[in-house]
């Protein structure tokens, strides 16, 4: 069964960086796009960013675009966030998200989510 | 960027009730449409895709119709396991976006 776990989250100052986590499993990982969304304290949902199953395409909102990095490791069926100048904008939940049908955008599955809180 | 559009943001009805919530998309997105449960303290949970097809496992008192930029999610009948918040999401093209969000009361 398909299954998401966030880990990495926590409280950082204000410019820091944190480095969130995401390991999969259940399901043939190589495959499947990945992303993450974001959710500020009684927010709504942010898509955050997008890595494609070969990482050859990446793709960031505008706010987080030139800060945060995507990447995989598609050996060890891991997703990660490189957060960077964190601001106090930032703080949220972050979940990462796939399709269990393999299809563009279509986020089917989500992790339970890890909080990260920026503030001195 | 896609803007999505939910009404009510907030709705209140009894156990029983026929509800329906709407989406709006600010520019055609075929039926690349999905619905999200939320609940507090936890994960979406993906109710329906395609604009109409339900998620595995998902009852059959939830429903999806449209097409375009006009969307509805209704629940037949419903009952207190039904709380939360519910999203709208496009996905025809990035950035993904969500709709603010329907907090349905019961």
């Known amino acids: 069964e398909f299954q998401l776990v966030e880990s990495g989250g926590g409280l950082v100052q204000p410019g820091g960086s944190l480095r969130l986590s995401c390991a999969a499993s259940g399901f043939i990982f190589s495959n499947y796009e990945m992303n993450w969304v974001r959710q500020a304290p009684g927010k709504g949902l942010e898509w955050v960013s997008y890595i494609s199953s070969g990482s050859s395409t990446k793709d960031y909102a505008d706010s987080v675009k030139g800060r945060f990095t995507i990447s995989r490791d598609n050996a060890k069926n891991m997703v990660y966030l490189q957060m960077n100048s964190l601001r106090a904008e930032d703080t949220a939940v972050y979940f990462c998200a796939t399709s269990v049908l393999n299809w563009f955008g279509e986020l089917s599955r989500w992790g339970q989510g890890t909080l990260i809180t920026v503030s001195s | 960027d896609i803007q999505m559009t939910q009404s009510p943001s907030l709705l209140s009805a009894s156990v029983g009730d026929r509800v329906t919530i709407t989406c709006r998309a600010s520019?055609?997105?075929?039926?690349?449409l999905a619905w999200f449960q939320q609940k507090p303290g936890r994960a979406p949970k993906s109710l329906i895709y395609a604009a109409s097809r339900l998620q595995s496992g998902v009852p059959s008192k939830f429903s999806g119709s449209g097409s375009g930029t006009d969307f509805t999610l209704t629940i037949s009948s419903l009952q207190p396991e039904d709380f939360g918040t519910y999203y709208c999401?496009?996905?025809?093209?990035?950035?993904?976006?969500f709709g603010g969000g329907t907090r349905v009361e019961i």
């Open positions: 520019q055609a997105i075929s039926h690349y």
């Open positions: 999401q496009q996905y025809v093209s990035y950035p993904l976006t």
